[in-house]
């Protein structure tokens, strides 16, 4: 079993700079696929990025450019760096965990493991 903890949502201005946090249990953490995803009010889940355990990364079109996804090993922990913000970044952020690997490393049902979510808001 993988535990996970958001942390570091709020509310910031447009083009404003957000960190989260995701910590993980467990000590298998650096083998472990970890994704961010978010759920705005009325639309489904949606994938935002991804980090494999060797460091390979992905980012949904929507904020390629904008956000980055590095993990602290060391630290059991992953973060989602979310630059030049939007209104449209507005939603709940959920950091996810499997310890496979696929090419489906952009669906919902790929990961096992979720966080409780952490609420980020941008203001215009």
């Known amino acids: 079993q993988v535990q996970l903890v958001e942390s570091g949502g709020g509310l910031v201005q447009a083009g404003g700079s957000l960190r989260l946090s995701c910590a993980a249990s467990?000590?298998?953490?650096?083998?472990?696929?970890m994704g961010w995803f978010r759920q705005a009010p009325g639309k489904e889940r949606e994938f935002v990025a991804a980090?494999?355990?060797?460091?390979?990364?992905y980012y949904a079109d929507s904020v390629k450019g904008r956000f980055t996804i590095p993990r602290d090993n060391a630290k059991n922990t992953v973060y989602l760096q979310m630059n030049s913000l939007k209104p449209e970044d507005t939603a709940v952020y959920y950091c996810a965990a499997t310890s496979g690997f696929s090419s489906s490393y952009s669906y919902t049902s790929f990961y096992p493991y979720w966080g409780q979510g952490t609420q980020v808001t941008v203001s215009s």
């Open positions: 980090i494999s355990w060797s460091g390979s990364t």
């Open positions: 467990g000590r298998t953490f650096s083998s472990y696929f």
